[in-house]
């Protein structure tokens, strides 16, 4: 009892001192930090959006990489920075659900959103935005010099021919590695899944720690077939990079943006408001401009570049399943894939 | 006005400590206590996080079995050392050489020469990494010189950790060749001895020291480097950038602190041996040895001119190559000229709001880092009392050469973030990079301090004293003015490097204090390399500028304060 007095007191004072402190603005009540994983670029349309409905609500966005700021989060997980988190990994969240360090909220209005981008038990704390699924990115200059087929599957992938031509990201670094690993695992079951990624590893030229790198790297020619994101691939290709966006026919794995409150947060009321927003149409239709796939079913519009019916490929994905073996699968990715010292050519 | 009576006492007496001795020692324990808060007791922290699971439950050397029994994991600490010996090799070499050049030739251009050499240490160790892509990956120009190696991997790591320490390296050698005894080349010229003995005898036996200190000191760089093997080492792990995907991919702190520990262990072996080593190293100078004046020799001097020519010429390849790469539109399918990669603020990593919170931030480091670092190397070198704590603070000056930065940034998340520290409030704020910056370039300020204050006969504290003059009145009448040369040398080095460094800044900079260098990071690892070498490039002209501001605050301020060296 006496720890948590001090520890609330010295947590006063912290706060104070950082609001009145050292290079940082000043915090007034209705000022919400927000942690994101959200594209940069995006962040001022959301927050302007939100602030249609709600201007006295100012959003203090920290933005980094998803691993970056599911990291932070947990290393603040005693002592809380943010308000609410708005664009972040699904899985990520999950985890942080685990750990219990969100507020139980049901947003108003989250019955509209898709039943596979809700939070279904009986204390829901998170809340689905958009899905963000897997692709390949083929450069068709490269693939032309170096005579390779225009691969269909995940399947082909395994080609010989392909060797030392595939990126894809490291699951141990990038939440978009460990969505691809998850989702093979549990399309082609356990044992199969294995047995593919040992295949796929033979024709690996590197594993990079970003999600958007392989499919960047495909469009820059520094390597001819990138496994990433419809998103990005979609993004680059409108920049005039010379890519076939290919959905492999097995079906992809995908992986949502959520959101939540974080649990302790001193400003309850304004974050339910955010929440309450972030489920709501307008913010699904900003969602729209760059994801194809968003958690209300029917406003989706087709974004230019992004392949057509998405939905169709998209498998069924059990995020419990993922979130509760995450510690097991890069164990075992690791020990297969990561010991290798000398990247192969 | 004063009577000075200076009556020796018969018996010892332990004199009784003035108002002046307090406020020497309030000032003391001041700046040990910084030492203690931004380095020790955070690392201690991180330590004890090693043996403790992931809810905080002290688990003994559990951790370290598993990190043991982990091949990905230990396979590393080979490479590690594997890179950092290679690297150590070739680095001394070419330095070794190139400091030959610049002090036993007579070649021209010797100033042009030394100003390029140092050209790699204002720049952020990725961007020789993000150049030797664009020169020799897949789509690199240069790419049929590596006869279908990739430079993804040990391969490309060398050779941008070369480019990296290289100024390093050429700075101790230089120093070490620059000082010998011209006697000594004479009698082994007179005794007949031919060219390559001579070299062998006394050239290199002279310069022992030297050449020991550089390797050691490129050894530290390259294994606690993040940003090389980051951005170019493909699937060869190291130990630096394990910690990253401990902490950052897979959230493991636990697991981030043993790797971080098993990163500390030959750092501080290489830091303490080469301790031992310039223990040893004995004056060599005597008063009565003769400097040596290289004699021209038009064969040598053109062999060396061109070698130094060719040194020069990768490094400014390097770069070129970066900046070409930042304002070319699409690298390699468009190659007309645009500026759109500047538009970092349609970028992840915090665009330009980063560039000019660097600028704060090493603003901030230099001034703050000066004062401390000074302060505390005057405390060191001419404080009265506490002899015990002196030394102890001595020590924990010289320990941050030994830290890696990421071992730091990662201890401060454990220390400052926990809501029981007093400190907490710093977290997330400028200040917090600002301290880790500090720290993390101590030892190198420290060591710049002590040498300047060396030279001060303790005669002048003797004299204040006995005038009755506190002592800070001495400090800033005197000390400060007389070692601006040192000073100013110290705040340039925390500036420059606090531009760069990514290591000491990647775990705990928050939105607002978004900086250019890891900008670099993360853009590249978002895959927007172009714009990640557009922002190295003006970290380096930002401190190419601030470098030439130096010289020539230096200029005036030598004409101001150094007149009396000159008689």
């Known amino acids: 009892m006496k720890k948590a007095f001090s520890t609330k007191l010295l947590g006063g004072v912290a706060t104070t001192l950082a609001a009145i402190g050292f290079l940082t603005g000043s915090v007034s009540a209705e000022d919400l930090t927000v942690y994101t994983a959200v594209e940069a670029e995006d962040l001022k349309r959301y927050a302007a959006a939100f602030n249609e409905v709600h201007p006295d609500i100012t959003v203090n966005w920290v933005r980094d990489s998803t691993g970056v700021v599911t990291a932070k989060l947990l290393a603040e997980k005693d002592n809380p920075q943010a308000d609410v988190v708005w664009g972040l990994a699904g899985s990520s969240l999950l985890l942080m659900k685990k750990e219990d360090m969100f507020e139980t909220y049901a947003p108003a209005g989250v019955d509209q959103l898709d039943s596979r981008f809700r939070d279904n038990s009986d204390a829901p704390v998170w809340a689905g935005m958009d899905a963000w699924v897997a692709a390949v990115c083929v450069n068709t200059v490269e693939a032309e010099a170096n005579n390779l087929p225009m691969p269909t599957s995940w399947a082909d992938l395994t080609k010989p021919e392909y060797k030392g031509h595939v990126a894809m990201p490291n699951p141990g670094s990038s939440g978009t590695g460990f969505l691809d690993v998850a989702s093979w695992l549990q399309m082609f079951g356990e044992e199969d899944g294995w047995a593919f990624m040992d295949d796929l590893h033979e024709n690996i030229s590197h594993y990079t720690h970003s999600g958007s790198k392989p499919c960047k790297q495909a469009a820059a020619g520094e390597v001819s077939i990138g496994i990433s994101f419809a998103f990005r691939a979609a993004k680059s290709k409108n920049q005039g990079a010379p890519l076939e966006i290919v959905m492999p026919s097995e079906g992809v794995g995908w992986e949502m943006e959520a959101a939540a409150i974080v649990k302790g947060t001193k400003k309850l009321d304004a974050a339910k408001k955010l929440m309450d927003f972030i489920v709501s149409k307008p913010a699904m239709e900003h969602y729209n401009q760059g994801y194809a796939v968003v958690a209300m079913p029917g406003i989706s519009k087709p974004i230019e570049n992004y392949p057509a019916n998405i939905t169709d490929s998209m498998i069924a994905m059990d995020f419990e399943w993922s979130a509760n073996n995450r510690d097991a699968i890069l164990a075992e990715w690791t020990d297969r894939y990561d010991s290798k010292s000398e990247p192969k050519n | ?567």
């Open chain 2, 1 to 567: 006005m004063a009577e000075v009576t200076n009556s020796t006492p018969l018996k010892v007496v332990k004199p009784k400590a003035s108002r002046d001795d307090w406020t020497m020692r309030a000032f003391m324990v001041m700046i040990g206590a910084y030492l203690l808060i931004a380095l020790a007791f955070p690392l201690y922290i991180m330590l004890s996080k090693s043996f403790e699971n992931k809810d905080g439950v002290f688990i003994g050397v559990e951790n370290y079995i598993k990190y043991f029994s982990t091949p990905a994991l230990f396979n590393s600490i080979e490479n590690s050392v594997t890179i950092s010996i290679i690297t150590m090799v070739i680095t001394v070499t070419l330095a070794f050489i190139y400091a030959y050049a610049l002090t036993r030739s007579c070649m021209r251009f010797k100033g042009f020469f030394k100003i390029m050499a140092m050209i790699p240490i204002l720049v952020p160790s990725l961007l020789p990494g993000i150049g030797l892509i664009y020169m020799f990956g897949k789509q690199g120009y240069m790419k049929w010189l590596l006869f279908g190696e990739t430079i993804y991997g040990p391969l490309g790591i060398v050779i941008a950790e070369v480019f990296f320490t290289f100024p390093h390296a050429l700075l101790i050698i230089m120093t070490a060749l620059s000082i010998s005894d011209a006697r000594l080349y004479e009698a082994a010229t007179v005794l007949r001895a031919p060219k390559w003995k001579i070299f062998w005898t006394v050239t290199l036996p002279s310069a022992r020291y030297g050449l020991i200190s550089a390797a050691f000191v490129v050894f530290t760089l390259v294994i606690t480097d993040f940003g090389v093997p980051k951005v170019i080492g493909g699937q060869y792990n190291v130990l630096a950038v394990d910690i990253y995907k401990q902490v950052i991919g897979q959230q493991n702190f636990s697991m981030g602190a043993v790797v971080s520990v098993v990163l500390l262990i030959p750092a501080i072996f290489a830091f303490f041996i080469d301790r031992q080593v310039q223990k040893k190293q004995v004056a060599q100078l005597s008063a009565r040895a003769v400097p040596f004046e290289p004699k021209p020799d038009s064969k040598f001097d053109a062999l060396m001119m061109s070698y130094s020519g060719f040194i020069v010429l990768i490094i400014v390849t390097i770069l070129a190559t970066c900046q070409f790469a930042a304002l070319v539109k699409f690298w390699p399918y468009n190659l007309s000229l645009g500026l759109q990669h500047y538009n970092f603020d349609l970028m992840d990593g915090g665009g330009w709001d980063s560039y000019y919170n660097s600028i704060q931030m090493a603003l901030w480091t230099a001034a703050v880092g000066t004062t401390v670092v000074f302060t505390g190397a005057y405390m060191v070198e001419k404080g009265r009392g506490f002899q015990q704590g002196r030394t102890l603070f001595q020590f924990l000056a010289m320990m941050p050469m030994a830290v890696p930065g990421m071992v730091l940034g990662l201890s401060y998340i454990f220390f400052f973030n926990n809501p029981d520290n007093p400190f907490n409030f710093i977290y997330g704020t400028m200040a917090i990079l600002v301290v880790s910056t500090v720290t993390h370039f101590y030892t190198v300020a420290h060591l710049t301090a002590m040498t300047a204050l060396k030279q001060m006969d303790k005669e002048f504290e003797s004299v204040s004293q006995s005038l009755q003059q506190p002592f800070y009145k001495m400090f800033l009448k005197v000390t400060v003015p007389v070692c601006s040369p040192a000073i100013l040398e110290i705040a340039i080095y925390l500036f420059v490097n606090a531009m760069t460094t990514v290591s000491a800044v990647v775990f705990i900079y928050s939105y607002h204090t978004q900086l250019a260098s890891v900008a670099v990071l993360n853009m590249d690892d978002a895959g927007d390399i172009a714009p990640a070498a557009a922002m190295g490039m003006m970290i380096f002209y930002t401190n190419a500028a601030a470098r030439l501001l130096h010289a020539v605050v230096s200029k005036y301020m030598e004409k101001k304060t150094q007149a009396w060296r000159q008689r």
